[in-house]
Each structure stands twice: as C-alpha cells, then as structure tokens.
C-alpha cells in the first residue's frame, strides 16, 4: 500500500530564516505531488505541483520554491521565511492529475 | 473566478442524519471531492463524484447535480467521532483543485 511521509511535524522559525521541508511517498511510482498551505479558516492553497522528477509548476509567486531530486521525494524550500508564511503545509500524492490527492500528516510551521 | 461555497458550522446530534452542502463556480468541471479533516490533522478523502447522481459509500453518500454546480455529503448515524471538518473541493479544467474553507460538524450526544 502507498504511504507518504512529511518532516518535522512542526517547526517553529525566526523570520529570515531559511526553510527545507521534505515530503516522499512509497508504494507507488511515477505519482503527481503538491504542496499545499491550510491558513485557519481557509481554504487549502495549491503552492507547488510536479508531474514528474524536476517538472515543477508554481501557482503562487511568493519567497517560496519547490524541488523534486527523485520520483517520490518533493521539497519545499525557502531562502528567508516571512511572518505571512506561518501555517499548515501539506504535501499530497495522486495516481494521475484527475484523481483524488492523498494527503501527508502535515507540517505546522510558526514564524515568530 | 472560481469559487467554493460551503456552510461555516453546522450541529447534529448522534445518531441522527445531517446534510452539508456545498456549490461551486469553476473553470470547466472534472469532479467534485469531499474531504473529512479533524483538528489538527491532514485531510482524508472521502468521496469523488463526476456524473450526476448519488454515491453510496457505506453511512456516506454523496451527491452531485453539474448543472445547478450543486453537491452534498449526508451523513447518517452521526457517531462522536463525526466531528470534524469537512471540505469541499472542485476540480477545474487545468485540473487543480478549488477547496472550500470547510464545514465544522459539531456532534452533540
């Protein structure tokens, strides 16, 4: 069965600070990977989508990027964190682009 | 633009029914999602609906009307552990998702 990891489960940041949050997935091949952020109260927002091994697209502009070295590993990145960029990061799988996502436990991060 | 409307809040008591609605604005169509989220933890997938009608998935079903951008989850036999948010998710023709901010369930006893 397919699985997907995300570490650390929560961070807590000084602004300007650089950040690496790392997402794999097993049990499965070739899947689509996402990088969503859940703010409280919202709706979860698409930042980052790979169809494949360093085919990244970006749907945001913000001081945030996004890598995919291997097939199941998606990287989120960022230089100098933002207080704006607190929240709830989750990386998600799909078989192909018009399936259900499955989602990862998560990532809290707090920039202070 | 596109758009999810969902109620905010909703209350049940356990061992009752309860509907939750969700309409929809998009970019084309390819499937309507539901979500269970509960706090503090990653949404699971509950249902996808991309033709008219009902989806039966034991005490869940789902619902889908493409022409009124229309959908509903109902749950039924509400237990404790119903209570969570639940999300509402529309996919567009580029096929990324558009999410509603969710419906918190409240499950009295």
């Known amino acids: 069965s397919q699985t997907i990891h995300q570490w650390p489960a929560t961070l807590v940041q000084p602004v300007g600070s650089p950040l690496s949050l790392e997402c794999t997935v097993e049990?499965?091949?070739?899947?689509?990977l996402y990088w969503y952020r859940q703010a409280a109260g919202r709706g979860l927002q698409l930042l980052f989508y790979s169809v494949g091994i360093g085919q990244i697209s970006s749907e945001v502009p913000q001081n945030l990027s996004a890598s995919r070295p291997q097939d199941r590993q998606f990287i989120l990145s960022s230089k100098k964190l933002l207080l704006s960029d607190s929240g709830f990061y989750l990386c998600?799988?799909?078989?192909?682009?018009?399936?259900?996502?499955?989602f990862g436990p998560g990532t809290r991060l707090t920039v202070l | 633009g596109q758009n999810i409307d969902q109620p905010t809040e909703m209350t049940a008591t356990e061992g009752a029914i309860v509907q939750i609605n969700c309409t929809y604005q998009t970019s084309g169509f390819n499937g309507l999602f539901w979500y269970q989220q509960h706090a503090g933890e990653a949404p699971t997938f509950l249902s996808y609906n991309v033709l008219d009608g009902l989806e039966e998935k034991g005490r869940f079903s789902s619902f889908l009307s493409r022409s009124k951008g229309y959908s509903y989850l109902l749950l039924k036999e509400l237990q404790m552990k119903d209570s969570a948010s639940y999300l509402c998710a529309a996919m567009d023709s580029n096929y990324q998702l558009i999410w509603g901010a969710g419906t918190k369930l409240i499950i009295k006893p």
């Open positions: 049990g499965t091949s070739n899947p689509n």
């Open positions: 998600a799988w799909s078989v192909s682009e018009n399936r259900e996502q499955f």
